[in-house]
């Protein structure tokens, strides 16, 4: 499902005008990137989580030259699924 399904699906079952659903699909996710992009934690219980894990800057290689490089410390979003989506996923 991407973006553009979500909002005719919301549309449909809630009689939202396109337009309106629209806006809701757009706070709900640049809430969450907001949310990251401060360094919050987003979780939505039995769905997921998101969080940003911080990664330290390290010397590696260029497997091609083979010469030592510095890669910068960075931030990366980071997702973990719940309970209830895994069973929903995995249904047995």
Known sequence: MNKAELIKTLKKETDLS?????????????EISN??????????RGLFSFFVKTYKGYTGRNP???????????????????KELKKRVDYE
């Not at 396109?18 to 640049?30: G, H, M, Q, S």
């Not at 949310?35 to 939505?44: K, M, Q, T």
């Not at 091609?64 to 719940?82: A, Q």
Request: glycine letters at 8%; aromatic letters at 10%; charged letters at 35%.
């Open 18 to 30: 396109r337009t309106k659903a629209k806006k809701v699909i757009d706070l709900f996710f640049d």
């Open 35 to 44: 949310a990251l992009a401060s360094g919050d934690r987003v979780e939505i």
């Open 64 to 82: 091609k030259t083979g010469e030592s490089v510095h890669v910068k410390p960075k931030k990366l979003p980071f997702f973990r699924c719940g």
